[in-house]
């Protein structure tokens, strides 16, 4: 796997030295993990034109959810005065000649970007603007393996949870031990903070469970998702609770699964992010829905729950294969509730049979 991180590593850095930057500076958890193999907390990464160095700020733990470091790197700890990884990185850019350094701007704050500049005045520092995460956005095999097994830890979980007595347990409860079993069937943690919503509170997007009860009769919204290795997936559904579903809880339904399901349908490497976004909304606005919905209705997965790229009316750009995503088309009706169906999926080729899709619960409107 080192190798794969030493390609990465390479690429980005003959990015850079064609637009005149000999080192980088990576300080961005997510894109120093995908470059480094691993994470530890506050550490940055120098590329330079021969060692590449990982800095940190104390001796990494070893814990696997910081991910493993690749042994090509020249680890750095630093001592207790050494003071920002950051700062110490661009000293040591310095010393060994690098005229101009690319950073990522949009990570870094003021003050830092500040004292950066302070240490080393006399060097270049250019953007490095998104570079990383554009070449985040394709994942190898290897990658989507780690996502598929987030995506059965997530399914497994909340496989169980639907077998369980729901009524009269709180939005609260239930989100909790959602994320226990994601641990237990062995995620390095949840992906994202679980989102159960029940009753008038259902189908809202990143809903925060309250201390409301499930009530017979209620759609249950379930958001939630596993981080496995560092790399995290979604999956949303909606059920009914304790009784067969009213007429209106029917067509609503019916209505979203139909956006999702064209959504999924028009997965395909070429096709505009803007024209998926258009397939799953139009679906929902031609039945009256168009107000209120979410400002997209999909977004890339990886080593971040909210990547490149964005599926929403405005996007610029296209799909490629083995691009990850996400498709999450939902309605909610203020005082009563509504419906969510998300899942993740990996865009391929015809040839290969179509959009992967990794998250597999049912989809049927069950009655639990």
């Known amino acids: 796997m080192s190798e794969v991180f030493g390609v990465r590593r390479s690429r980005l850095r003959d990015r850079c030295a064609a637009t005149g930057s000999a080192g980088v500076l990576i300080s961005r958890p997510a894109n120093?993990?995908?470059?480094?193999?691993?994470?530890?907390?506050?550490?940055v990464l120098l590329l330079g034109s021969g060692e590449d160095s990982l800095l940190c700020p104390r001796t990494p733990t070893g814990d696997p959810a910081d991910g493993r470091l690749d042994e090509q790197l020249r680890l750095t700890v630093l001592s207790t005065s050494a003071g920002d990884p950051a700062v110490a990185a661009v000293e040591l850019a310095r010393?060994?000649?690098?005229?101009?350094l690319a950073v990522e701007e949009h990570h870094l704050t003021v003050a830092r970007h500040r004292a950066i500049g302070s240490v080393a005045p006399r060097l270049r520092l250019a953007d490095l603007g998104l570079a990383v995460e554009q070449q985040r956005i394709v994942k190898d095999e290897e990658?989507?393996?780690?996502?598929?097994?987030?995506?059965?830890?997530?399914d497994q979980a909340l496989g169980e949870l639907l077998e369980s007595i729901l009524v009269g347990r709180t939005e609260r409860h239930l989100a909790l031990e959602l994320e226990r079993r994601l641990v237990d069937h062995g995620a390095d943690g949840p992906a994202f903070a679980t989102s159960v919503a029940t009753g008038p509170?259902?189908?809202?997007?990143?809903?925060?469970?309250?201390?409301?009860?499930v009530e017979e009769g209620d759609f249950l919204s379930v958001c939630v998702?596993?981080?496995?290795?560092?790399?995290r997936c979604e999956i949303g559904r909606t059920f009914v609770i304790g009784t067969t579903p009213a007429d209106?809880?029917?067509?609503?339904?019916?209505?979203?699964f139909a956006a999702q399901r064209a959504g999924r349908q028009s997965l395909a490497p070429g096709a505009a992010y803007r024209d998926v976004d258009r397939a799953a909304r139009q679906v929902l606005d031609a039945a009256g829905h168009g107000e209120g919905l979410a400002p997209l209705t999909g977004h890339g997965v990886g080593l971040e729950i909210d990547e490149d790229p964005?599926?929403?009316?405005?996007?610029?750009?296209?799909?490629?294969?083995?691009v990850p995503v996400t498709v999450e088309p939902g309605v909610h009706i203020p005082g009563r509730g509504g419906v969510r169906i998300?899942?993740?999926?990996?865009?391929?080729?015809?040839?290969?049979?179509?959009?992967?899709?990794l998250t597999i619960t049912t989809k049927e409107l069950l009655a639990l």
């Open 32 to 43: 120093v993990r995908y470059l480094a193999g691993g994470a530890p907390h506050g550490a």
């Open 95 to 100: 010393t060994a000649g690098v005229e101009s």
């Open 143 to 154: 990658e989507i393996a780690c996502l598929r097994i987030a995506a059965e830890i997530t």
């Open 201 to 213: 509170n259902s189908g809202r997007g990143g809903h925060r469970p309250t201390d409301r009860r």
């Open 225 to 231: 998702g596993a981080n496995y290795r560092g790399y």
């Open 248 to 256: 209106w809880q029917i067509e609503l339904y019916d209505l979203v």
């Open 310 to 322: 964005q599926l929403a009316p405005a996007a610029m750009g296209k799909l490629d294969a083995c």
């Open 342 to 357: 998300d899942d993740t999926l990996v865009v391929r080729q015809e040839a290969d049979g179509g959009p992967e899709l």
